[in-house]
């Protein structure tokens, strides 16, 4: 499999690893945003997060709980932004799902969420919007 991150969990290409368990893999990112910068990969490949079965979302977002609550105490931070880029529109590069783990801090002038993108389109029809989404459950 020609995939970077398969290729980490394979050990052929080095990384700094940081906690493993029988279904995923976390370990260092190389271009950290923070210190402590962490990415949490499924050991199985599937490109996109909306492309995974729920009971693997589940066994991947058990272990991202646990590896943020590990990075928070032992460097003694109080929070962290853990998300996805989900294709490539939304800023994703390596095409196989991975859960970036970026601690927090104080005096480190980031933002949130509402920092990624800022074109939130007409919203004098949330209802109407919410009821066009609804239909896709
Ligand atoms: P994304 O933009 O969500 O696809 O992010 C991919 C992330 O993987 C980036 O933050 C990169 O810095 C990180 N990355 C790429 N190659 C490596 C590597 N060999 N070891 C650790 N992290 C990497
Ligand atoms: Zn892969």
Same mark, same amino acid.
């Given at each position: 499999?020609d995939c970077? #991150?398969?290729?980490?969990i394979?050990?052929e290409?080095?990384?700094?690893?940081?906690?493993?368990?029988?279904?995923?893999?976390a370990?260092?990112?190389?271009n950290?945003?923070?210190?402590?910068?962490?990415?949490?990969?499924?050991k199985?490949?599937?490109?996109?997060?909306?492309?995974?079965a729920?009971?693997?979302?589940?066994?991947?977002f058990?272990?991202?709980s646990?590896?943020?609550?590990?990075?928070?105490?032992i460097l003694?931070?109080?929070?962290s932004n853990?998300?996805?880029?989900?294709?490539?529109?939304?800023?994703?590069?390596?095409p196989?799902?991975h859960?970036h783990?970026?601690?927090?801090?104080?005096?480190?002038?980031?933002?949130s969420?509402?920092?990624?993108?800022?074109?939130?389109?007409?919203t004098?029809?949330?209802?109407?919007?919410?009821?066009?989404?609804r239909?896709? #459950?």
């Amino acid at each position: 499999m020609d995939c970077l #991150f398969c290729k980490i969990i394979a050990g052929e290409i080095p990384s700094y690893k940081v906690y493993e368990d029988e279904f995923v893999y976390a370990f260092l990112d190389i271009n950290p945003t923070s210190r402590g910068h962490t990415v949490v990969i499924p050991k199985i490949h599937i490109e996109r997060f909306t492309e995974m079965a729920p009971e693997d979302v589940g066994r991947l977002f058990r272990s991202v709980s646990q590896v943020a609550r590990g990075i928070e105490q032992i460097l003694s931070i109080h929070g962290s932004n853990i998300g996805i880029n989900n294709g490539e529109v939304a800023g994703q590069i390596v095409p196989h799902v991975h859960v970036h783990i970026i601690p927090r801090r104080e005096d480190d002038n980031g933002g949130s969420m509402h920092s990624i993108v800022n074109m939130p389109g007409d919203t004098s029809d949330l209802e109407e919007l919410a009821d066009v989404i609804r239909g896709a #459950f």
